[in-house]
């Protein structure tokens, strides 16, 4: 999938980018308790988008990094469409 395809409410997201961007990780409260975040902006030949690195997954990736994302899903968070992977879903380095 390329990212231009990407849109709110999608299941299943896979598709594969260059890090080009990550945000200071943010301490933020969820349901499931405290916890560390970060937006990393992955690019592809068709555009960007925002993938949301929670906890550990923060450190498993850098800039320049060539990722593919396995079983993502998307939300959207302050009008902007973003990638979140789950305990399902994963983040490998190409």
């Known amino acids: ?14 598709f594969s980018g260059e890090v080009v961007e990550i945000s200071e990780p943010r301490e933020v409260i969820t349901k499931f308790g405290d916890t560390t975040v970060a937006t990393a902006k992955i690019r592809d030949e068709t555009g960007t988008i925002n993938l949301s690195l929670w ?26 469409v973003s990638v979140n992977v789950g305990k399902t879903g994963s983040i490998k380095k190409l």
């Open 1 to 14: 999938m390329n990212v231009s395809e990407i849109r709110d409410g999608m299941s299943n997201v896979e």
């Open 55 to 80: 906890g550990k997954q923060i450190s498993t990736v850098s800039v320049g990094d060539r990722i593919e994302v396995t079983g993502g899903y998307t939300r959207s968070f302050k009008n902007e």
